[in-house]
């Protein structure tokens, strides 16, 4: 009983947060590393050059404007740079999973540092090497890696020479990633994620598009994506038929309200736009009519290609993968009080408590999650984040005694193994986000930690990055070592 016995246990991260070396190794640049931090009460910058060669800082990326190019500025601190710089400290980092017991780790390969400008016709070889001693390093301590392919970055010169996934060459030039490192790797990865979350892609940063409120725009660049995974798909299982190759979406999870039918359509209809629709491309094959009704409805005409049916079809995912943190309550009714942050925004829920980031807390939401995604598609599911961002305190001991996090995942565990033992539901694997400090994606901020191991860094990239295991990394390892039994 409880978990099954290969359960997937572990870690996540991405590149564009922890891996730093944001120019070593020849490394491009990405668009994430375009990006300034920020904090709560401050949103995160791009810094643009407009066509003029004037500079100009934005804060929403939506409004990059058609012909600026998001630049590197040297008087601004951008935190991909060194983020928590994995990409000295991979070793240790690896034998600190090691030593907690995990089975897995999630990680990205960071696209520029393959191919540095996205369209170049021969990888970049040292940026090979690096992913093959880190997956070595992993396979040394019984480590599974789990590889997210696109985690919220692109390469900077697509946005700019081809305003990213609008243009559908960029298709092209993800599939030689893609047959790059399926081929070279296929040894020693087995489980692939596409893209990370999939759904909340819809701006510069992450599309490189410009105009990105624009919905021709935004939808083509959609459908690029949609295309470009099941195109992936397909293409890893001719590779490696053995590879186990899964989608990434941010699953928040949406209530209504109340018992108005106007908030249950709402909801509905939330949760449509958000992720359903990108639920139902990659585990069905084809757009669902609801999201084909709306596009008509947008006079949003999708440039497609003859073949283009078939491939979605044919690239259906093997598993599902998601990001589980909070929940959001959809109301109809004028001034309800809002909830303090979110992922989304939404309505306070009464019923349950924030984080210090207004994150809502909601263990039982994710049972609700694997159960209706299990209703819904009868695919393996595995939860690739989830977790508390939260500050943490250094006792003078050196200490860190983050029980509020072991409390947030103890949770979030119970109700896992609920939908598995009581539910019946076919879990695969569990994640928890940042597993080592990282930067924030949100705010770009170093506070905002989620790890069972702090590193010395802060929110302007002061530190020595130190490791130093807080209280949780003990728990967690006794949690692994008991297979979830010990929580
Ligand atoms: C998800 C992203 C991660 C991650 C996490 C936590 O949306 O996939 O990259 O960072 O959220 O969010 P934040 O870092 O904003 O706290």
Same mark, same amino acid.
């Given at each position: 009983?409880?978990?099954?016995?290969?359960?997937?246990w572990?870690g996540?991260?991405?590149?564009?947060?922890?891996e730093?070396g944001? *120019?070593?190794g020849?490394? &491009?640049?990405?668009?994430?590393?375009t990006i300034t931090?920020?904090? =709560?009460?401050?949103?995160?910058?791009?810094?643009?050059?407009l #066509?003029d060669?004037?500079?100009?800082e934005?804060?929403?990326?939506?409004?990059?404007?058609?012909?600026?190019?998001a630049?590197?500025?040297?008087?601004? /601190? /951008?935190p991909?740079?060194?983020?928590?710089?994995?990409?000295?400290h991979?070793?240790?980092?690896?034998?600190l999973m090691?030593?907690?017991?995990?089975?897995?780790?999630r990680?990205?390969?960071?696209?520029?540092?393959i191919?540095?400008h996205?369209?170049?016709?021969?990888?970049?070889?040292?940026?090979?090497?690096?992913?093959?001693?880190?997956?070595?390093?992993?396979?040394k301590?019984?480590?599974?890696?789990l590889?997210?392919?696109?985690?919220?970055d692109?390469?900077?010169?697509?946005?700019?020479?081809?305003?990213?996934?609008?243009?559908r060459k960029t298709?092209?030039?993800?599939?030689?990633?893609?047959r790059?490192?399926?081929?070279?790797? @296929?040894h020693?990865? #087995?489980?692939?994620?596409?893209f990370?979350?999939?759904n909340?892609?819809?701006? !510069?940063?992450?599309?490189?598009?410009?105009?990105?409120?624009?919905? =021709?725009k935004?939808? =083509?660049?959609?459908?690029?994506?949609?295309?470009?995974?099941?195109?992936a798909?397909?293409?890893?299982?001719?590779?490696?038929?053995?590879?186990? +190759?899964?989608?990434?979406?941010?699953n928040?999870l949406?209530?209504?309200?109340t018992?108005?039918?106007?908030?249950?359509?709402?909801?509905?209809?939330?949760a449509?736009?958000?992720?359903?629709f990108? /639920?139902?491309?990659?585990?069905r094959?084809?757009?669902?009519? !609801?999201?084909?009704?709306?596009?008509e409805? @947008?006079?949003?005409?999708?440039?497609?290609?003859?073949?283009?049916?078939?491939?979605?079809r044919?690239?259906?995912?093997?598993?599902?993968?998601?990001s589980?943190y909070?929940s959001?309550?959809?109301?109809?009714? =004028?001034?309800?009080?809002k909830?303090g942050?979110?992922?989304? &925004?939404?309505?306070?829920?009464?019923?349950?408590?924030?984080?210090?980031?207004?994150?809502p807390?909601? %263990?039982?939401g994710?049972?609700?999650?694997?159960?209706?995604?299990?209703? #819904?598609y @009868? *695919? %393996?599911?595995? +939860?690739?984040?989830?977790?508390?961002?939260?500050l943490?305190t250094?006792?003078t001991?050196?200490?860190? @005694?983050d029980?509020?996090r072991?409390?947030?995942?103890?949770?979030?565990?119970q109700?896992?193994?609920?939908?598995?033992e009581?539910?019946?539901?076919?879990?695969i694997?569990y994640t928890p986000? &940042?597993?080592?400090?990282?930067?924030?994606?949100?705010?770009?901020?170093?506070?905002?930690? /989620?790890?069972?191991v702090?590193?010395?860094?802060?929110?302007l990239?002061?530190?020595?990055?130190?490791r130093?295991?807080?209280k949780?990394?003990?728990?967690?390892?006794k949690?692994?070592a008991t297979n979830?039994?010990?929580?």
């Amino acid at each position: 009983m409880g978990f099954p016995e290969n359960f997937l246990w572990g870690g996540a991260t991405a590149a564009n947060q922890y891996e730093g070396g944001y *120019l070593s190794g020849g490394k &491009g640049l990405a668009t994430a590393d375009t990006i300034t931090n920020g904090d =709560q009460k401050h949103p995160r910058r791009i810094v643009i050059e407009l #066509k003029d060669g004037s500079k100009k800082e934005i804060s929403r990326f939506e409004d990059v404007p058609q012909g600026a190019k998001a630049i590197v500025d040297e008087d601004v /601190y /951008y935190p991909s740079h060194v983020a928590t710089d994995f990409y000295h400290h991979y070793k240790e980092d690896i034998a600190l999973m090691g030593e907690m017991g995990f089975k897995t780790f999630r990680m990205s390969i960071n696209w520029s540092r393959i191919f540095p400008h996205g369209d170049d016709s021969h990888p970049n070889e040292e940026g090979l090497k690096f992913y093959d001693d880190v997956f070595d390093e992993c396979h040394k301590y019984g480590i599974e890696p789990l590889v997210t392919i696109n985690h919220f970055d692109l390469p900077l010169h697509l946005a700019h020479q081809y305003e990213g996934w609008l243009d559908r060459k960029t298709i092209d030039f993800f599939m030689n990633y893609c047959r790059t490192i399926f081929t070279r790797y @296929q040894h020693k990865v #087995k489980y692939w994620l596409t893209f990370n979350e999939i759904n909340f892609l819809r701006d !510069y940063s992450t599309l490189g598009i410009c105009e990105a409120s624009n919905p =021709q725009k935004q939808q =083509q660049a959609i459908y690029h994506l949609l295309l470009a995974s099941a195109k992936a798909v397909y293409l890893g299982h001719q590779i490696n038929p053995d590879f186990q +190759i899964g989608l990434m979406i941010a699953n928040i999870l949406f209530y209504p309200e109340t018992c108005n039918p106007n908030d249950a359509i709402a909801q509905m209809e939330m949760a449509r736009d958000f992720k359903d629709f990108y /639920y139902d491309v990659q585990c069905r094959g084809y757009y669902p009519s !609801y999201k084909l009704k709306e596009l008509e409805r @947008q006079n949003v005409v999708l440039q497609k290609e003859d073949g283009d049916d078939q491939i979605l079809r044919l690239g259906t995912v093997d598993f599902i993968s998601f990001s589980y943190y909070n929940s959001s309550v959809i109301s109809t009714r =004028q001034n309800s009080e809002k909830s303090g942050g979110n992922q989304l &925004g939404g309505v306070k829920n009464p019923y349950l408590e924030e984080s210090e980031w207004g994150w809502p807390i909601d %263990p039982q939401g994710l049972r609700l999650v694997l159960n209706r995604l299990y209703d #819904k598609y @009868q *695919l %393996p599911l595995m +939860i690739v984040e989830n977790g508390l961002g939260a500050l943490d305190t250094i006792e003078t001991d050196g200490s860190i @005694q983050d029980d509020y996090r072991i409390d947030y995942l103890r949770k979030h565990i119970q109700e896992i193994q609920k939908a598995i033992e009581y539910d019946g539901v076919d879990v695969i694997g569990y994640t928890p986000w &940042g597993c080592i400090d990282l930067v924030s994606a949100g705010t770009g901020e170093m506070k905002k930690r /989620y790890g069972f191991v702090h590193v010395d860094m802060d929110d302007l990239g002061r530190g020595t990055l130190k490791r130093t295991r807080k209280k949780s990394f003990e728990w967690y390892q006794k949690v692994i070592a008991t297979n979830g039994q010990d929580l």
